[in-house]
T-cell receptor
Framework: GAGVSQSPSNKVTEKGKDVELRCDPI?????LYWYRQRLGQGLEFLIY????????KSGLPSDRFSAERTGESVSTLTIQRTQQEDSAVYLC?????????????FGEGSRLTVL | DAKTTQPTSMDCAEGRAANLPCNHS???????VYWYRQIHSQGPQYIIH???NNETNEMASLIITEDRKSSTLILPHATLRDTAVYYC???????????FGTGTRLKVLA
């Protein structure tokens, strides 16, 4: 597609369940970012990928969070044993390259609600 | 650890210019100023960026002070569709992380 695509757009789950959130970046974009946005707050950086590698995972809130990227394309953010505080919109963005001055292109986000 | 300071909220009358200020007093010589906006329930959208010269595109103008410690985003003729949260970010081309603060909530009034 022409833009960054995220799925699911909405996910409601029960506390303790695992969830997977998917991001399809713009074709050819080397850099891919995950952010979290809690209700009424700004964007919180989670992780970024340069190609298929993630040089900086320091933004992941806990070891329940993990992410991978394959084929320099699709990325999956996995949250294990979800907690209510994980409820947020998870935003994915891609850019042509890491660093540089190019803009980030964001998807519409995946809204996660943990009951 | 946002390096910028923005007012929490602003109102602007429809059709008038919206001037959104941003303070970045600790900006380094190689850091650019970026502006993004986030309309309700959507992902952020790039608006404009600059280093030291003023910049203009089809969406907005960016005015950066000579000492680069502050900047202003100008929407020349605000419309109701410009109601959004506007984020000012500073980042060098050598780093990867865009740090979004809490931004300015702009409300355009009819």
């Amino acid at each position: 597609g022409a833009g960054v695509s995220q799925s699911p757009s909405n996910k409601v789950t029960e506390k303790g369940k695992d969830v997977e959130l998917r991001c399809d970046p713009i074709s050819g974009h080397t850099a891919l970012y995950w952010y979290r946005q809690r209700l009424g707050q700004g964007l919180e950086f989670l992780i970024y990928f340069q190609g298929n590698s993630a040089p900086d995972k320091s933004g992941l809130p806990s070891d329940r969070f993990s992410a991978e990227r394959t084929g320099e394309s699709v990325s999956t953010l996995t949250i294990q044993r979800t907690q209510q505080e994980d409820s947020a919109v998870y935003l994915c963005a891609s850019s042509l390259e890491v660093g540089g001055t190019g803009e980030l292109f964001f998807g519409e986000g995946s809204r996660l609600t943990v009951l | 650890d946002a390096k910028t300071t923005q007012p929490t909220s602003m109102d602007c009358a429809e059709g008038r210019a919206a001037n959104l200020p941003c303070n970045h007093s600790t900006i380094s010589g190689n850091e650019y100023v970026y502006w993004y906006r986030q309309i309700h329930s959507q992902g952020p959208q790039y608006i404009i960026h600059g280093l030291k010269n003023n910049e203009t595109n089809e969406m907005a103008s960016l005015i950066i002070t000579e000492d680069r410690k502050s900047s202003t985003l100008i929407l020349p003729h605000a419309t109701l569709r410009d109601t959004a949260v506007y984020y000012c970010i500073v980042k060098s081309s050598g780093t990867y992380k865009y740090i979004f603060g809490t931004g300015t909530r702009l409300k355009v009034l009819a």
